[in-house]
């Protein structure tokens, strides 16, 4: 039996805020996407379950990352015009195959080509308990920075395979290895 702490809660777009302010989040990374920013990535948010019943939430909730809030070390990270900064320590895991999202585990775990230490710079510059706007903020996302040297499941972990893509290439091969500049 699953526990809580192993399974994951999906997004819950019954609760009209998650649903007001994701349709928001994407309709601004629509406009940023359009005007040459790449995506590169989403994070989870709000997968604590203290936090989600804190704020009466149902599930997580996500954000975008893009190339333009990635930062290369060694470089400062200017701080003009933030109201709170924060740092929190993240995972960052490169998956080399769509996953379905009622996929079984071991369809997750044979997707996942690596795992690396990252953090994510924040601005805390709204209210926390106000989930619309956090998530029409993209979850006070900034920047993030990933760590050189990933940690590869698929050769470490036991026994977790890695199956083939579409392509018939696998999970490592150059071809399915992240681009320069994302994870």
Not at 81 to 94: M, R
Not at 109 to 135: H, K, M, S, T, Y
Request: glycine letters at 10%; a negative charge.
């Amino acid at each position: 039996m699953m526990t809580d702490v192993e399974r994951w809660t999906p997004v819950d777009l019954s609760d009209g805020r998650v649903a007001e302010g994701l349709a928001d989040q994407l309709r601004a990374r629509a406009v940023r996407l359009e005007a040459g920013e790449r995506h590169v990535g989403w994070k989870v948010a709000w997968n604590d379950r203290l936090t989600q019943s804190r704020l009466s939430l149902g599930g997580c909730a996500f954000g975008f990352l893009t190339d333009r809030t990635r930062i290369d070390v060694p470089q400062r990270v200017p701080l003009d015009g933030v109201t709170l900064g924060a740092a929190e320590p993240e995972l960052a895991i490169h998956l080399c195959a769509d996953v379905p999202a009622a996929a079984a585990d071991e369809a997750l775990a044979a997707a996942i080509d690596c795992v690396a230490p990252a953090i994510e710079v924040l601005d805390i510059n709204g209210r926390f308990d106000d989930v619309a706007g956090v998530l029409r903020r993209n979850v006070f996302h900034r920047s993030y920075y990933i760590f050189e040297a990933p940690f590869r499941p698929r050769r470490h972990h036991r026994g977790v395979g890695c199956s083939r893509t579409a392509s018939g290439r696998g999970c490592g091969d150059e071809g399915c290895r992240p681009q320069a500049g994302a994870f």
